[in-house]
C-alpha cells in the first residue's frame, strides 16, 4: 500500500499492477521498508546499479557491504572520457552462458 496515487506502475517493467498494492495483504510502505531493512542488516549484497533501488525504498547500506556490478570496473566501459556501467542483460549475456532469455519482460512481482 502506498499513501500518494500511482500515475505509472511500469508494469511492462516491474511486474506490479493496481492490484497488488489495492490488495488487502499489501504492506504498508514503512512496514515493507522496515522488512527490506532487517533481511539485508549484517549482509553483503550483490546487485547491479543497487543505487536505484536504495532510492526508491529510502533505504541506505553500508558501502563496505555492498558489491554493485554497475561500479565494478571490469565490467564497465569506457566511453566520452570516463567509465560506465553496462546493461546487465549485456554482462549476463557475455558471462553467463546458456541464459540468452534472461530480462525479457517483466519481473516478478
Not at 506502475?9 to 515493507?32: D, M, Q, Y
Not at 563496505?64 to 542483460?89: C, E, H, N, S, V
Amino acid at each position: 500500500k502506498v499513501p500518494i496515487r500511482v500515475t505509472d506502475f511500469r508494469t511492462h517493467v516491474s511486474g506490479v499492477e493496481p492490484k497488488h498494492i489495492k490488495n488487502n495483504n499489501a504492506l504498508e510502505v514503512e512496514e515493507c521498508r522496515n522488512r527490506v531493512a532487517e533481511i539485508l542488516k549484517d549482509k553483503i549484497l550483490v546487485g547491479h546499479a543497487l543505487t536505484n533501488d536504495f532510492k526508491a525504498l529510502m533505504l541506505n547500506h553500508p558501502k563496505p557491504m555492498i558489491r554493485d556490478t554497475a561500479k565494478y570496473r571490469p565490467f564497465q566501459r569506457y566511453g566520452g572520457g570516463k567509465w560506465r556501467p553496462r546493461k546487465l542483460r549485456d554482462l549476463v549475456k557475455e558471462n553467463l552462458k546458456g541464459k540468452e532469455g534472461f530480462q525479457e519482460g517483466e519481473h516478478d512481482p
